[in-house]
């Protein structure tokens, strides 16, 4: 399997780029996973559904399933922020590629979103994970690289430049302490 994340800023568009390599990756017949970060809040079930029910009573896990989707819930009973190794251990391992959305600060290669608008500093000059830039102003790069630009608004393009580059995004797990 391969593993990919994508680092920026809120608003530069990293769930759109993501959102719009999947299916570029399934044209090429891969079979992708995404790891999404989210806020500590965040909640899939719904009150008065059987499996918000469960977890009300007390459920450390409810593994809902049908023949069409699986969803796994757990209840962390002390707080607890599970690693991005951690995360990618609990998928199918029939998997090609994992994109992996947040985890900016993750020892994972990273393609780096950015957006002049946005305002804020690049990550790139500093991180040495970050394996390509996306962005829709390669003019406006703060800082000369010598890193792959992709255009931010060209999927296809980045769904490419990654199946090509795909020998240096395979993860062998056994590197990292799970």
Excluded: C
């Amino acid at each position: 399997m391969k593993v990919v994340g994508f680092a920026g800023y809120s608003g530069s568009g990293k769930t759109t780029l993501v959102e719009r390599l999947i299916p570029a990756l399934k044209l090429r017949g891969l079979r992708v996973s995404v790891v999404k970060h989210a806020h500590h809040s965040f909640d899939i079930d719904h009150p008065g559904k059987d499996s918000w029910r469960h977890r009300e009573a007390g459920a450390f896990e409810v593994v809902v399933a049908s023949d069409r989707r699986l969803a796994l819930m757990r209840e962390f009973e002390q707080p607890f922020e599970p690693t991005v190794h951690q995360l990618i251990a609990e998928l199918y391992d029939g998997v090609d590629w994992v994109l992996v959305e947040g985890f900016k600060h993750s020892d994972l290669l990273k393609i780096e979103v950015w957006r002049a608008t946005r305002g804020k500093p690049a990550r790139y000059p500093h991180d040495d994970f970050i394996a390509a830039i996306a962005t829709d102003t390669p003019q406006q790069l703060p800082q000369a690289t010598g890193l792959d630009v992709l255009d931010l608004n060209n999927p296809d393009a980045v769904a490419e430049w990654l199946v090509a580059h795909g020998e240096r995004f395979e993860y062998s797990p056994e590197l990292y302490a799970i």
